[in-house]
C-alpha cells in the first residue's frame, strides 16, 4: 500500500502561481511513478503531468507545457507540481497518483494504483 496526502492547493489570482506537493508513505517511493491529474466540476478526470521514478523523464498534457513543471525529491518521498501562469480553466481538485513500475505516454486514470485526495485549485480572472 502506498498513501499519498497532496497540499499547497488555495485561491490564486489568474497568471499567479501554485506549487502543489504530494508527500507518499508505504512502500518504496522510488519504485513508482508518479502522476498529477485533474478533476474540474462536470468534467472527467483528465492527465495532467507525469515522472518517471528516477526524474530521468517527464511527462505533460500539452495544455500546460512551459506552465507547469512536475519534479520529485526521493529522498523526502515528494513529488512536486510548480504551476505557473494559471488560468481560470486551471480551476480543478488535482489529484496525485502512484504507479508501480515505469510511466509510458498515453497512460490514464486506469493505469495508476494508488491515489491521493485531491487538493482544490481555484484561479480566478
Known amino acids: 500500500q502506498v498513501q499519498l496526502v497532496e497540499s499547497g492547493g488555495g485561491l490564486v489570482q489568474a497568471g499567479g502561481s501554485l506549487r502543489l506537493s504530494c508527500a507518499a508513505s508505504g512502500r518504496t517511493f522510488s519504485g513508482y511513478a508518479m502522476g498529477w491529474f485533474r478533476q474540474a466540476p462536470g468534467k472527467e478526470r483528465e492527465f495532467v503531468a507525469a515522472?518517471?521514478?528516477?526524474?530521468?523523464?517527464?511527462y505533460y498534457a500539452d495544455f500546460v507545457k512551459g506552465r507547469f513543471t512536475i519534479s520529485r525529491d526521493n529522498a523526502k518521498n515528494t513529488v512536486y507540481l510548480q504551476m505557473n501562469a494559471l488560468k481560470p480553466e486551471d480551476t480543478a481538485v488535482y489529484y496525485c497518483?502512484?504507479?508501480?513500475?515505469?510511466?509510458?505516454?498515453?497512460?490514464?486514470?486506469?493505469?495508476?494504483?494508488?491515489w491521493g485526495q485531491g487538493t482544490q485549485v481555484t484561479v480566478s480572472s
Open positions: 497518483a502512484a504507479r508501480s513500475g515505469n510511466w509510458y505516454p498515453g497512460m490514464g486514470v486506469r493505469d495508476l494504483d494508488y
Open positions: 515522472i518517471s521514478r528516477s526524474s530521468g523523464r517527464t
